[in-house]
């Protein structure tokens, strides 16, 4: 008898796809771009849209104040380092101005949590009804 032989159909070569790799880097850019930073803080906008339309509605103002704290504990306010009784001086002649902006309080993830409470004690002092202490960094 002679021999059998059985040939397997030559399987075809497969494809290499580039949309799973568009896919995933569409994916990172987008996740970059909303984990990104703004380097200049204060041009970030502090009032949502239906805020700032009840506010204007009201015939109040929208205006924001954003202080920055650092890792030494010194508050900065519009550029300026301040202490205690200057920062209370500032806000207490920004919310003269506008009695319902918003007091925006960013501490540094080294900054110490008796710096953070002496500076929204500051702001309550002088007035401030609308403060909202934001994170954006994680402690090292």
């Keep these: 008898m ?10 075809p070569r497969a494809l290499i796809s580039l949309v799973p790799m568009i896919d ?6 987008v ?3 909303v984990t990104s930073t703004y380097l200049d803080l204060d041009m ?3 009032v949502q849209r239906h805020e700032a339309a009840e506010a204007q509605s009201d015939g109040g103002a929208t205006g924001a104040l954003m ?38 309080v960013l501490p540094s993830g080294a900054a ?16 401030a009804v609308r403060l909202r202490v934001i994170r954006l960094e994680a402690r090292p």
Excluded: H, N, W, Y
């Excluded at 002679?2 to 399987?11: C, D, F, N, T, Y």
């Excluded at 995933?24 to 850019?29: F, N, P, R």
């Excluded at 409470?117 to 007035?127: H, K, P």
């Design 112 to 127: 110490s949590t008796q710096a953070l409470v002496s500076v929204m004690d500051a702001a309550t002092r002088a007035g």
């Design 24 to 29: 995933v880097m569409l994916i990172l850019l």
């Design 67 to 104: 202080i920055r704290l650092g890792a030494e504990g010194v508050p900065v306010l519009r550029g300026q380092a301040l202490d205690g009784a200057a920062l209370g001086r500032a806000l207490r002649a920004a919310l003269a101005e506008e009695p319902l902006a918003q007091v925006i």
């Design 2 to 11: 002679a021999g059998l032989s059985l040939k397997r159909p030559l399987r």
């Design 31 to 33: 996740f970059f771009m």
């Design 44 to 46: 970030i906008p502090a």
